[in-house]
């Protein structure tokens, strides 16, 4: 799908996005989007790694599992990129809609989602993004990231984190 | 080639499988199928890759369109 186009799309789940997002008290930020689908190999993630994430009330989480076969591009593509489970149908849950927004903060699920042509972000562009939508101040966003190394479970290079700050700083 | 003696926790599952995939004949050894693993993973997570990727989160989160 175009970026030009303004309305919010709909987005599929892989676990990494919903587990840190709530780590940081965030979850609420998917509620800007119409459907929220996860699909059921990554309900079981969540459900290992953070329970939580799959009972709240902030925003709806819709479970499916794909019964389609999977795709011949996205079957060589997990095996070269030894994509988990989850990753997998998150892929394909997202060709199936397209065009989906896939998002995911592992680097060879978003490597095979721009060979699939899917657009794909991970929990830092939900982040940023709520300054944009008003969904948080950006003094709210700014400590939302300061936080981050000690709240979440989100690796990032420290100097790649002070970049993204500076970048939310120069806002207006 | 040299090698580093390294002692690590993992997941009992995880090593469960690890070990049967090794029993079943589909890796030399333990060694053997860790260091495959790190190797695999290492190349699919290349750093310059993922900082691109964070690149694309900034453009899109802060200056994007929907």
Redesign the interface.
Same mark, same amino acid.
């Given at each position: 799908?175009e970026?030009?186009?303004?309305?919010?799309?709909l987005v599929v789940c892989d676990a990494g996005p919903l587990i840190h997002l709530d780590e940081v008290g965030c979850l609420d930020l998917l509620a800007d989007f119409p459907v929220v689908l996860v699909p059921g190999e990554v309900w079981r993630e969540a459900q290992r790694h953070r329970p939580s994430v799959l009972v709240q009330s902030v925003v709806t989480l819709r479970q499916l599992t794909s019964t389609r076969p999977v795709p011949p591009a996205l079957a060589a593509m997990a095996r070269l990129?030894?994509l988990h489970a989850g990753e997998m149908e998150a892929l394909r849950v997202a060709l199936e809609h397209d065009p989906a927004?896939l998002l995911t903060d592992d680097? #060879?699920a978003? %490597?095979a989602a721009r060979n699939l042509l899917i657009r794909a972000?991970?929990t830092?562009?939900?982040?940023?993004?709520a300054?944009?939508r008003g969904q948080r101040s950006k003094d709210e966003l700014i400590e939302v990231l300061r936080e981050l190394p000690k709240k979440s479970t989100l690796h990032?290079?420290r100097s790649?984190l002070d970049?993204?700050i500076r970048? #939310?700083e120069r %806002?207006p | 080639m040299n090698n580093t003696l390294i002692e690590a926790e993992l997941p009992t599952e995880l090593a469960a499988q690890a070990q049967a995939f090794v029993a079943a004949g589909w890796a030399t050894d333990f060694n053997d199928l860790l260091a495959e693993a790190l190797r695999r993973f290492l190349e699919s997570h290349e750093a310059s890759v993922t900082e691109s990727f964070i690149k694309d989160d900034i453009e899109w989160g802060l200056h994007g369109r929907d």
């Open positions: 799908m970026e030009t186009d303004q309305r919010p799309p990129l030894s927004l680097t #060879a978003r %490597l972000h991970g830092l562009g939900i982040l940023l993004r300054i944009r990032l290079k790649l970049d993204v970048e #939310a %806002l | -």
